[in-house]
C-alpha cells in the first residue's frame, strides 16, 4: 500500500473513533422490570427522552431480582423497578448511588369470571388468598422474584399460609414472567396476583377479569437508581442519571400520568414524595 494510502485510512479511523465513542455514550442500559415493558409505558416514555436528549434506552425487562442481579453485575447503567425493600438492600450492598420514587400504581387479584372462590367484588386480599387456600382453587404465582412474586409472598405471610413447594397442586409456580402466569391462569381457570398495568395492557385476557381491588395492601411503588459506578467503572454515569433526572422531572412526570390505555392511567407519578 502507498504512503498515502495509509495515511488516509489513518485519517478516517480518526474520524470514525469518535463518532463511534459518541454513539455509545449516546445509549445506556436501563434493567427494568417487566411490567414497564408489557404495559407499553416505555415504548410510550422513551421516544420522549430520546427527543429530549438523544439518548438511546436499551431495555433489558426482566423480573426485579433479575434485574437487580444484572445491575449488580454491572451489566446495566440504571435499575428501575418495584420492589423497595430489595432495593435498599441494593443500595445498601454498595450497588447503587441513590433510590428515586418514580410513581406506583397497584396489584390486583385477577380470576375467572364465574369466581368459584366468590370473592370478586371484595377488598381485603388477605381474606380471598385464604379461601383460595382453604377451598384448594388453583392459584398461578410468578415463582421469580419480582416485585410482583416479592408482593405475592407478602400476602401470603400476612395469611400465615405457607406457600412453596409443598403447599399442594392448587398452587402452580410457573417461574416466568407476567404474561406467562396470565397465559397460564387462562389455560387453568385459575387466580393471579398482576400489576394493574400489566393487566391492562394483556392482550388474551379471555374468561378473566379483576376480582379483588383496592386493598392497601396492593400498593406497588416503583424506583429507579443508577448503577454505581465506582462498584463498576464503565457505567454510563452521566447519561444514566440524565434518565433518572427526566423520570422525576415535571416533564417527565407528566409524561407518565399521560400514558392511559382506553382512557385508564395506569402509572401515577410520585417523585415528590421523598417517603415512597
Known amino acids: 500500500m502507498r504512503p498515502i494510502g495509509r ?27 417487566t ?39 454491572g451489566d ?44 370478586a367484588g371484595t377488598r381485603d386480599i388477605v ?12 392459584f398461578v404465582s410468578r415463582g421469580d422474584r419480582s416485585g410482583t412474586h416479592l408482593a405475592e409472598l407478602a400476602l401470603w405471610k400476612l395469611t400465615g399460609i405457607e406457600v412453596g413447594p409443598n403447599a399442594g397442586a392448587w398452587y402452580k409456580s410457573i417461574g416466568q414472567g407476567m404474561g406467562a402466569a396470565l397465559n397460564t391462569a387462562v389455560a387453568l381457570d385459575a387466580y393471579v396476583l398482576s400489576d ?14 379483576i376480582a379483588v381491588q383496592g386493598d392497601k395492601r396492593l400498593f406497588n411503588q416503583y424506583g429507579v437508581m443508577l448503577v454505581n459506578p465506582a462498584k463498576h467503572p464503565h457505567v454510563k454515569a452521566a447519561a444514566g442519571q440524565r434518565f433518572i433526572d427526566w423520570l422525576v422531572s415535571p416533564e ?6 399521560d400514558y ?4 385508564q392511567q395506569l402509572f401515577f407519578p410520585n417523585a415528590d414524595d421523598p417517603s415512597a
Do not use: C
Not at 8 to 16: D, P, R, S
Not at 196 to 207: E, H, I, Y
Not at 252 to 257: D, K, T, Y
Not at 260 to 263: S, T
Open 127 to 138: 381474606a380471598a388468598l385464604k379461601v383460595l387456600h382453604d377451598r384448594q382453587i388453583t
Open 196 to 209: 394493574r398495568g400489566t393487566w391492562l395492557a394483556f392482550g388474551n385476557k379471555a374468561d378473566l377479569a
Open 260 to 263: 392511559r390505555i382506553d382512557g
Open 76 to 119: 446495566a447503567d440504571v435499575v428501575f423497578v418495584h420492589a423497595k425493600a430489595a432495593e435498599e438492600a441494593f443500595l445498601a450492598e454498595g450497588f447503587g448511588v441513590k433510590r428515586f420514587p418514580v410513581m406506583y400504581n397497584d396489584f390486583v387479584l385477577i380470576g375467572p369470571k364465574k369466581d368459584p372462590a366468590g370473592v
Open 7 to 33: 495515511r488516509l485510512l489513518v485519517a478516517i479511523a480518526a474520524l470514525l473513533v469518535p463518532a463511534l465513542a459518541t454513539a455509545q455514550d449516546n445509549s445506556i442500559v436501563v434493567a427494568s422490570t
Open 35 to 73: 411490567s414497564t415493558e408489557d404495559s407499553g409505558l416505555f415504548r410510550h416514555l422513551l421516544p420522549l427522552f430520546k427527543a429530549r436528549t438523544g439518548i438511546e434506552v436499551k431495555v433489558v425487562a426482566q423480573g426485579t431480582g433479575q434485574a437487580l442481579d444484572t445491575a449488580r453485575r
Open 252 to 257: 417527565g412526570q407528566r409524561a407518565i400520568a
